[in-house]
C-alpha cells in the first residue's frame, strides 16, 4: 500500500510539473509574438532605467525557465491606448477630408495704387456726386466759353542795375507808350526789408565768425578753465582802444534775446581829446560774437546802471550820476549818428535817443540813479510797458517810526508774476513792499530775524524765477535772506556764509530752482543747493587773478541742454563767461516742489 501511494504522488507530480511547463511555454509565446508585432524600440528613458528585478518563484524549474526575460505590460498597454487614439483620429480624417475644400475664387490686391494726376486728385478730395467735367480750360474749346489761358502781350524793355542816371530803362516803343500803358511801380515796404536785412546780416556775421575761429589755431579756439566750478569759459574781446581804462558798473542780460548782454562802462581815467572825450560807453554784445560789440552807446556822465526793453531787446535805457534817464533806439540808422576810424575799424558811436536832461519839473531825479527796471503791463495786448527808476534819496512806503530815521532806497525789483507789486532795498536792512497804484498790502515790511534796527545795506535782490512768491535779499554784512512776499520775516536766512564779506551780486540759477549763485567783496564766487545743502554754500570759488565788479547770469531756461553761464567783469575791464559744471545746471524732476516743501518745514 505505501508503495503504490509513492507512485500515487509521483505520477501527480509529474503531471503538475508537465501542465506548468505548458502555461509557461504558452507565456513565452505570446510574448515572442507580441515582440515581433513592436517595431519601434523601448524609449531611451526605460532602457535607462535600471531592470528591476522579477519576484523569483519558490519553484527552481519556473526560475530557470524566466532567467533573462523582461516583461513590461504598463508599456504595452499604453502603446495599445495610443495606437486605439491614432487610428480614431485618422478616422476622423479620412471622414473630414473630402468634406473640406479650398476656394481659389476670391482674390484681392494688396495694394492698390493706381495711377493719380492733379485734376483727378483735386476731384478726389473737393468734388461732389453726380457731376462731371463738361469743357477744359485749353484754347482749342474756345467757342463759347471763357477760358483762362488767353495770350498775355508782353513788352520787352532794357533795364540798367544799378541806375547812374534818371533813365535806368526803356525800349523802342518807351516813348510811344502813354500813361495808362505803363505798369505801375510796385510798393516796398522798407521797413520790412530793413528788418530782413539786418537779421540777414546778422546770421552771416555769426557764420563768418565761427569760420574765422575755426581756422585759428586750437590753443586759441579752445580755452581751459582754471575754475573748479566750470566746465569751459571764454571771453568777450574788451581790448579794444575806446575801452582802455574805463571799469565796468553794470552787466545786463536780455530777458527775451538770452544771448544779448549789455556792459555799463564808467568814465576812462584819463580825458582824451575828441569825440570820445569824457564819455562813458555801453556796448552791446552778442555772446555768438564775442570778438566785438554789436554797438557802442555813448553818455555825457557816469552810467550807473542799465537795461533792455522786456518785449524785444530794441531800445536800451540808462540811469546816470547827475540823475538823468537815457534812452537808445538800437534800430535806428547808424548814419544818424557819429562815426570814427580807431585802428583801421569804422565805428559808430550812437548818442541817445532820448534824454530828461533840461526837463525842469517835480518828476525829475535830483541825486544818482541808482537802478531801472522795466516793468510789464500785462493788460496791454500790444506788449506795451513802463520804466521805473530808483534814486538813492527817495525814502517812501515806510510808516513814521521808519521813516523818522530817513531810511534810503538802493535797489528796486518788480515781482515778474504780478509786476504791480514791487519791493525795495534800503541802508537799515529793512525791505519795502508797494503797488504801483497805492494798493494797501500785507506786509509793508521785510525785515530779518533780528528785531532791531542796524546799519545794514540792501545791496542786492533777487526774485525767485519759477513762478513761487520768493524773494533773494543780499546785505552788506555778508548775510543772506530767503523771504516769502506773505510773510513779514524770513523762511530761511544765513549769516556767516561769507565771513562777514559785504554781498555784491545774487541770482537765482535760470535753469534750476533750488540753485543761486553769490558774489562777495573779496572776489568769492559761492554755489548754493538748498536740495543738497541748506546751511552752508556747496561750492567756493576764489577768483586767483584780479578783483570782480559785478556778476550776472545767462542761459536758456526753455531748452533743457544743461547750459548755465555766470559773466563776471573784472577790474580791469575784462568780461569772462564760465559755464557752470553740469550738475549745477541741468533740472531734477519736481525740483521747485521739493525745494517748497522744504521751505515750508523750515519756516
Known amino acids: 500500500d505505501k508503495n503504490s501511494e509513492v507512485e500515487d ?89 473630402p468634406l473640406i475644400d479650398l476656394d481659389f475664387s476670391v482674390s484681392f490686391s494688396l495694394l492698390d495704387l493706381p495711377p493719380v494726376n492733379e485734376y483727378d486728385m483735386y476731384i478726389r478730395n473737393f468734388g461732389k456726386m453726380n457731376t462731371k467735367q463738361a469743357y477744359v480750360q485749353c484754347n482749342e474749346d474756345n467757342l463759347d466759353r471763357d477760358i483762362q489761358t488767353e495770350e498775355v502781350e508782353t513788352l520787352e524793355k532794357w533795364t540798367q542795375h544799378p541806375g547812374e542816371s534818371a533813365l535806368v530803362s526803356g525800349g523802342e516803343e518807351h516813348f510811344n507808350l502813354t500813361h495808362s500803358e505803363m505798369t505801375p511801380t510796385p510798393k516796398m515796404d522798407s521797413q520790412r526789408l530793413a528788418n530782413f536785412l539786418r537779421s540777414a546780416c546778422q546770421v552771416i ?28 569759459c571764454f571771453q568777450l574781446n574788451t581790448n579794444q582802444p575806446f575801452l582802455h581804462g574805463q571799469k565796468i558798473s553794470c552787466l545786463y542780460v536780455s530777458q527775451v534775446q538770452r544771448q544779448t548782454l549789455l556792459s555799463a562802462h564808467g568814465l576812462p581815467e584819463k580825458a582824451d581829446v575828441g569825440l570820445l572825450s569824457r564819455k562813458s560807453l555801453i556796448c552791446v554784445w ?33 540811469g546816470t550820476a547827475d540823475g538823468s534817464l537815457l534812452v537808445w533806439d538800437l534800430r535806428e540808422d547808424s548814419r544818424m549818428h557819429p562815426c570814427m576810424m580807431i585802428s583801421e575799424t569804422e565805428w559808430t558811436f550812437r548818442v541817445p535817443t532820448f534824454s530828461t536832461d533840461g526837463i525842469l519839473n517835480s518828476v525829475n531825479h535830483t541825486s544818482p540813479i541808482l537802478a531801472v527796471e522795466p516793468v510789464s503791463t500785462s493788460l496791454s495786448s500790444d506788449h506795451s ?13 515806510f510808516p513814521k517810526d521808519i521813516s ?22 534800503t541802508n537799515i536792512g529793512l525791505v519795502g513792499h508797494g503797488t504801483r497804484h497805492d494798493l494797501k498790502v500785507v506786509p509793508k515790511l521785510f525785515r530779518p530775524q533780528e528785531s532791531r534796527l542796524r546799519s545794514i545795506s540792501i545791496t542786492a535782490i533777487d526774485f525767485f524765477p519759477f513762478g513761487k512768491p520768493l524773494f533773494l535779499v543780499g546785505c552788506s554784512d555778508g548775510s543772506i535772506r530767503l523771504h516769502q512776499m506773505t510773510s513779514e520775516h524770513p523762511l530761511m536766512q544765513w549769516n556767516g556764509s561769507t565771513k562777514g564779506q559785504p554781498i555784491i551780486a545774487l541770482q537765482w540759477a535760470l535753469t534750476r530752482p533750488a540753485v543761486f549763485f553769490v558774489l562777495d567783496a573779496s572776489s568769492n564766487i559761492y554755489i548754493w543747493d538748498l536740495l543738497e545743502n541748506d546751511l552752508f554754500p556747496v561750492a567756493k570759488q576764489t577768483m586767483p587773478s584780479e578783483r570782480l565788479v559785478t556778476m550776472t547770469l545767462l542761459g ?40 517748497y516743501s522744504i521751505l515750508l518745514q523750515s519756516f
Open 9 to 97: 504522488a509521483e505520477e501527480n507530480l509529474r503531471e503538475v510539473q508537465s501542465s506548468r511547463t505548458s502555461e509557461i511555454e504558452e507565456i513565452q509565446r505570446a510574448i515572442i509574438e507580441e515582440n515581433d508585432r513592436i517595431f519601434n524600440p523601448l524609449p531611451k528613458k526605460l532602457e535607462n532605467e535600471k531592470k528591476e528585478p522579477v519576484m523569483e518563484r519558490q519553484d527552481s524549474s519556473v526560475r530557470s525557465s524566466f532567467c533573462g526575460i523582461f516583461m513590461d505590460f504598463q508599456m504595452a498597454n499604453q502603446r495599445q491606448s495610443s495606437r486605439s487614439l491614432a487610428s480614431k483620429q485618422k478616422k476622423r480624417t479620412s471622414e473630414l477630408l
Open 205 to 232: 556775421a555769426v557764420l563768418l565768425e565761427e569760420d574765422q575761429v575755426a581756422t585759428q589755431p586750437r590753443k586759441l579756439r579752445s580755452r581751459q578753465t582754471s575754475l573748479s566750478i566750470s566746465d569751459s
Open 286 to 318: 552778442n555772446i555768438w560774437q564775442p570778438s566785438s560789440p554789436q554797438k557802442v552807446l555813448t553818455c555825457g556822465s557816469e552810467v550807473m546802471c542799465c537795461c533792455f526793453s522786456p518785449s524785444k531787446a530794441t531800445l536800451v535805457f540808462a
Open 385 to 397: 510797458y513802463g520804466l521805473s527808476s530808483l534814486s538813492y534819496q527817495e525814502g517812501i512806503l
Open 404 to 425: 523818522q530815521r530817513m531810511p534810503q532806497t538802493l535797489t528796486i525789483k518788480f515781482l515778474s508774476s504780478n509786476p504791480n507789486h514791487f519791493i525795495v532795498g
Open 556 to 595: 536758456e531756461p526753455e531748452k533743457a541742454n544743461g547750459l548755465l553761464g555766470i559773466v563776471l567783469a573784472k577790474e580791469s575791464g575784462q568780461i569772462d563767461i564760465q559755464y557752470v559744471k553740469k550738475k549745477w545746471a541741468l533740472p531734477r524732476p519736481e525740483e521747485s516742489e521739493k525745494l
